[in-house]
């Protein structure tokens, strides 16, 4: 029976689609999409469909606060909207964030709809702002009556592509490396929260900073105080890329993450 109404739902919104796609201007390119919509490939979100999604300017206290900025506006679409009307597969619970600057976000629908994320498409920094290269749409925006915590996570700009996944399956090359301590499953989670973004390991993540793990012996006495002091020598408030992660990191934390990668290294 449920199965029956949401045929009739999914079948009822492609009808809408197509309405809109018939009726928008540059309805002569390309369609082909809403034959196998929404999703043409494992999950992966068609463009097109970000575009027909309702958009509000709005400001973010979130963004301007972690990028050090003020006053920026985002023309934004609710991610709310996306999971509720194109979110058709139950084992999916979590969008994946392909950017073009070898970024590699992730965020849960819990998530999403904790803190009723945004997409922005369009966005617009105060001119005083100079601007770092990847910063571009589409971003992830915190809107301003939502208390997300302060993690990288939420920062995820330049994304080129959306994708349905599963958390436990993305997660699953890192998740089978056992930790031992409490300190490195902490450490663990702060890693997924503000570091893996860049700095892949095991195969998941992005590649735009250091590979951390060739970069440092962790076994080795000195190693640790190396890596914390090249993070806060590169990763501080004056990094001219904005690539401000010390705000996300306190010295506990900072220290659990050395334990972690100890541990990621010791187990590989
Ligand atoms: C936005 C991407 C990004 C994120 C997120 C990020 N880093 Fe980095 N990180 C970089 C880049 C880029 C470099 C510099 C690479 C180079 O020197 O070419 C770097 C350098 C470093 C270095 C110094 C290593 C070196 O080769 O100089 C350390 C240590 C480091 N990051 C740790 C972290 C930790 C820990 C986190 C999470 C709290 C983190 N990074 C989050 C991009 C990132």
Redesign the pocket.
Known sequence: MADLIRKKLSFFILLIFMGLGTGCSHGSGDDSYLKDFPFSMEGRVHPQVLEHLRSEWIDSAYFDRGMHTKGSQFRAVALTELVRRFHPEERWDAVLLNCHDD?QGIISIDDIISYDLRLALEMKLSPNVKRPAWLNPRVVIVPDNKEAPHQ?RFMTANIRELRFVRLSEYYAPLDAVALKSMHAHRGGQA?KD??L???SLKGIGGN???D?LN?YDFAKGMDGPK?KK??TA??DEANTDK?D?EQ??DADTLRR?VVFLREVQGGS
């Open positions: 970024y990288e890693f503000n570091c973004f860049c700095h735009k900073g250091t951390l970069a890596f090249d993070f590169f990763h690539q992660m996300f990191v993450l």
